[in-house]
């Protein structure tokens, strides 16, 4: 038996830190990550602000303008519609999901662990063999399968990331809350007989915290490639609405005359993937003194 | 002998969550609101073709029975029935599968030949100029989507410079081979990101432990106990984190296999998504869950095979 846990453990196996360069230490990565999130908040929040152009208007008369043309500063895609505001206005769409689908996952799948954690025994292990059946499906086919039941939609979306990704959370405060279990404090706050809410919340819950906030940066991360993911395979939000994963995938189509149109959204994308993991990077120092 | 007594305990182990998978994938086709059988047949439907559908589906009968004979039929490997396609998901799964896991398995050794040596450097040489590039690297691999990967390596690889096909799968090996090139780098380049963190990981702790001491104390070069006593044990961790996160890895071939349009399961996956053929996405559900699940059994199974201090362990 021992041998199998053993084997199994490596799930959220220990990662020395790799030593950053000096442009990188102390809060650097945390203050670039949020100046990187919020430019992008208020480029996509105060759309209207930048751009007069609606991401929806056809105008068949200037078709796939190149970058820089005037009046159109990313051109226009194949129906005339201005890409600069159907990023920014697309952005709004994965932001959304970047802070909603994670806010739910992580307060669930965290409350689930946690009570997993504390109870122990045969429901603990239940309940912890539930997560392990999530995690038997990839992620993205049990989204598609879970939207091709309710069919395409902007809170369909959400329902399906909701339904899927809470388990990681689970699965991190679960090995922790199990473990404090046996710290000095919670011991103790059992002896004076707590209540079990109590404990959980006041005692246990702030040992599990910082594995579950670093973690939830990879998750908004993850949660936003995959709704682009989505989008790009033709499943996320049903069109004309703009979305960075479906305007990419509209942009392969003419890769060959204009490859901007794939490009832009995605260094869109990117930005905005690579300010949540720097926030991430930058809060792991902050939450893990010791490295 | 343990190996197999240990396998065999293990897949006794793995019944309930192989159970559960039966009934999730089960699930969905009932799961679907309203009436199936009208999804289905969307604009086609009528009182008259609905009768049919509903009786090959087994919808009429009650819905234990129903799980039963899903699972009977599964086990002698009957799938359902593509509606879209009018012949049986075994055959289509049959003629697409190929494609799908000479993708997976090319897509693992790049990516064993990308993450070994970067780990293995800059775990050995912590803090140096690979190690500080290799964390740079970790950082934009995690945070660019595999589909924007696979369309950049496309324009460049393919349409500027045009050294690859554009899409498809070819004919014959050769040409199976250099269609798959593109796509397997685009999924290994994101999967080396988690290889590379813990093989690094592992060489540091192992450089700190007695035996490779003992190796250096005795005069042995330094990459020659790098690559006998801390590769070997260091490839040890990697093969488990390699199966736990193989599922990442065939997620991503469903939407590689469509950037690139390759005829493989997961690009019928999406396409029946559309078509809204459910029996094939329930049985795709179904298959992928299954070929996880083996392929975690199996690199656990290796992965003790490889290590006897485990196998002693649990003795």
């Known amino acids: 038996m021992t041998a199998f846990t053993e084997v199994r453990t490596p799930r959220r196996g220990f990662v020395v830190p790799i030593p950053k360069p000096r442009w990188m230490r102390g809060r650097a990565t945390l203050i670039v990550g949020v100046l990187l999130v919020l430019a992008m908040v208020v480029a996509c929040v105060g759309a209207p602000l930048w751009t007069s152009s609606s991401p929806t208007a056809i105008d068949p008369a200037h078709r796939l303008l190149p970058v820089f043309s005037p009046g159109h500063l990313l051109g226009t895609d194949d129906f005339g519609r201005d890409v600069l505001s159907r990023i920014l206005y697309g952005g709004r769409l994965d932001l959304a999901i970047a802070f909603g689908a994670t806010a739910v996952t992580l307060v669930v799948g965290t409350a689930f662990g946690l009570c997993a954690g504390h109870i122990r025994g045969k429901t603990g292990a239940i309940m912890m063999r539930i997560v392990d059946l999530f995690f038997a499906f990839p992620f993205v086919v049990l989204v598609i399968a879970i939207i091709t039941i309710l069919g395409s939609s902007l809170l369909n979306l959400f329902i399906a990331l909701w339904a899927v990704s809470w388990v990681n959370y689970a699965r991190i405060s679960h090995g922790q809350a199990l473990s404090s279990n046996n710290y000095g404090y919670v011991v103790a706050s059992k002896a004076l007989g707590f209540s079990h809410l109590r404990i959980m919340l006041r005692h246990q819950l702030p040992s599990v915290l910082p594995g579950v906030i670093i973690f939830a940066m990879v998750d908004a991360v993850g949660n936003v490639l995959l709704a682009a993911a989505l989008g790009f395979l033709g499943l996320g939000i049903p069109p004309p609405n703009p979305e960075w994963g479906s305007m990419i995938s509209d942009g392969q189509n003419f890769i060959f005359s204009d490859w901007s149109l794939a490009i832009m959204p995605g260094i869109a994308l990117v930005v905005l993937g690579l300010g949540l993991s720097l926030i991430g990077d930058g809060l792991s120092d902050l939450l893990r003194p010791q490295s | ?315």
């Open chain 2, 1 to 315: 002998m343990y190996l197999a007594r240990m396998a065999v305990r293990r897949v006794v182990q793995l019944l309930p969550i192989l159970f559960g998978i039966t009934l999730v994938s089960f699930f969905l086709l009932r799961l679907i609101p309203g009436d199936p059988v009208r999804q289905i047949l969307g604009s086609h439907y009528t009182p008259d073709l609905a009768g049919p559908v509903r009786k090959s589906l087994g919808l009429d009968l009650p819905v234990w029975e129903q799980y039963w004979d899903f699972l009977r039929s599964a086990l002698t490997g009957g799938l359902g029935h593509s509606y879209f396609y009018n012949q049986p998901v075994s055959g289509l799964i049959g003629q697409r599968i190929g494609a799908t896991l000479s993708l997976i398995i090319l897509s693992a050794l790049f990516t064993a030949a990308l993450s070994i040596p970067l780990g293995m450097v800059s775990g050995m040489r912590r803090g140096g100029a690979v190690d500080q590039s290799t964390r740079v690297f970790l950082l934009i691999g995690f945070a660019v989507p595999s589909f924007l990967l696979g369309i950049v390596l496309l324009l460049v690889f393919a349409v500027k410079v045009p050294v690859f096909p554009v899409s498809g799968y070819g004919d014959g090996l050769v040409e199976h081979l250099s269609h798959l090139f593109l796509p397997a780098v685009t999924l290994a380049i994101p999967f080396s990101t988690v290889l590379v963190r813990s093989l690094r990981s592992s060489v540091i702790d192992i450089l700190d432990s007695d035996f490779v001491t003992t190796a250096r104390l005795k005069g042995i070069s330094g990459w020659q106990v790098a690559i006998r006593h801390v590769l070997r044990n260091g490839i040890v961790a990697v093969i488990t984190v390699f199966g736990v996160n193989l599922a990442f890895l065939v997620g991503g071939t469903v939407i590689v296999e469509k950037v690139f349009a390759i005829p493989g399961i997961g690009t019928l996956l999406v396409d029946s998504v559309s078509n809204r053929d459910y029996p094939v996405v329930q049985a795709l559900t179904l298959l992928f869950a299954v070929f996880v699940v083996a392929v975690n059994l199996l690199t656990d199974v290796v992965h003790v095979g490889l290590d006897p201090r485990l196998a002693a362990d649990a003795r």
